[in-house]
């Protein structure tokens, strides 16, 4: 089985930047994917990033590139989401989660997800 537990949430001002975190254990991702969605109030759980665990490569949402750059440290089984220029329309529920599948922008291509971590953006 496979813990996704993430960190990093926390409330800050528009134009501000937070670093979340993903701790995966139980099982490495080697060769396949982890990704961020995220869900404000009221909404559908919707994509943020994903990464390829092996070649590093990663896809962003329109809505947060160029301002969010997702990273992994393989010897951690870590994956770390830079969230910078925050705005208020940032402001959800986050959550990490892992495939060992080609995961895509559809949440319904994950097995694993973390317990979530709050970010609140006020302006």
């Known amino acids: 089985q496979v813990q996704l537990v993430e960190s990093g949430g926390g409330l800050v001002q528009a134009g501000g930047s937070l670093r979340l975190s993903c701790a995966a254990s139980?099982?490495?991702?080697?060769?396949?994917?982890m990704a961020w969605f995220r869900q404000a109030p009221g909404k559908e759980r919707e994509f943020v990033a994903r990464?390829?665990?092996?070649?590093?490569?990663?896809d962003y949402a329109d809505s947060v590139k160029g301002r969010f750059t997702l990273s992994r440290v393989k010897a951690k089984n870590t994956v770390y989401l830079q969230m910078n220029s925050l705005n208020p329309e940032d402001t959800a529920v986050y959550y990490c989660?892992?495939?060992?599948?080609?995961?895509?922008?559809?949440?319904?291509?994950?097995?694993?997800w973390g317990q979530g971590t709050q970010v609140t953006v006020s302006s």
């Open positions: 989660a892992g495939t060992f599948f080609d995961g895509g922008s559809d949440p319904g291509t994950y097995d694993y």
């Open positions: 139980g099982r490495t991702f080697s060769g396949y994917t």
């Open positions: 990464i390829r665990w092996s070649a590093g490569t990663t």
